[in-house]
């Protein structure tokens, strides 16, 4: 059975899994959907659509589900959708989507977003994610799994970050970054490859001297960007990671984040 402390407001309507408890003076609307054995500590508002997975911690004064931070919401039903296994610290903020914007905010599983760190309207959110201290995402950004955010970084709106990304604290981030990069500065430069990150995921020697190899091939050969990467494209078949990431860019829409002394 789930705890409900007494000074909790729970909605009529609202769904609150086994064994999770709703600690004091949480607020819980009624088209909320929590799953089993979470645990809201206290001073949590949960409103919206909003669905919880199990197994998550939620942190005084986070707020899930509130309305978008866009002037053309007229508060449609749109929803937010945060995995199982979150943990959501102080005063971090998860807003629902947009009609404009395809109606749903989505978190995966396992991420851990610290305090009065954000996610906007619209976003898509991978598995495993952390976000640093403020880390915040501007609407309809796309975070691949297991990327880092540094704190008080932002990321600016419909910006794509590929899986196992890193980026630095005090980063704003205004350009696609390929899966595996690191990047830096007050305005984001690609600096690397994420070698930490690709050792932690049992990246071999070989594999790893092989996506370098690549790397600075696209990123520091000779030529313009263009030409380097169409001459590239061919090594897609020597590692699974530089297909990704050959597809990522080949999917992109906007500017990709580049090295700073590359053209």
Do not use: W
């Not at 054995?37 to 919880?52: A, D, E």
């Not at 971090?92 to 977003?113: H, Q």
């Amino acid at each position: 059975m789930s705890k409900i402390d007494p000074t909790a407001r729970v909605a009529d309507g609202a769904v609150i899994g086994d064994g999770t408890e709703i600690g004091p003076y949480c607020i819980i609307g009624p088209n909320v959907v929590i799953g089993a054995n979470c645990k809201l500590i206290g001073q949590v508002t949960v409103i919206g659509h909003t669905s919880l997975g199990d197994d998550c911690v939620i942190s005084p004064f986070a707020v899930l589900g509130g309305a978008p931070q866009d002037l053309s919401y007229r508060g449609e039903p749109t929803r937010l959708e945060i995995g199982s296994g979150c943990t959501i610290r102080e005063g971090a903020t998860m807003n629902v989507g947009t009609i404009k914007g395809g109606g749903l905010t989505r978190v995966g599983n396992g991420g851990y977003f610290m305090n009065n760190s954000h996610v906007g309207h619209d976003c898509m959110v991978g598995d495993n994610v952390i976000f640093a201290t403020s880390a915040t995402l501007g609407g309809h950004c796309e975070i691949g799994d297991s990327v880092y955010i540094g704190g008080l970084s932002a990321v600016h709106q419909f910006t794509r970050i590929g899986p196992y990304v890193m980026v630095g604290g005090v980063c704003g981030v205004r350009d696609d970054v390929i899966p595996y990069g690191l990047v830096n500065g007050q305005y984001a430069v690609l600096e690397s490859l994420n070698l930490i990150g690709m050792k932690r995921r049992k990246f071999t020697k070989q594999r790893l001297a092989t996506v370098r190899g690549f790397y600075q091939k696209l990123f520091h050969g000779a030529g313009t960007f263009a030409e380097r990467l169409e001459a590239v494209r061919p090594l897609a078949g020597e590692d699974p990671a530089i297909a990704e990431i050959l597809d990522f860019i080949g999917k992109g829409k906007r500017p990709l984040c580049l090295p700073a002394i590359a053209t």
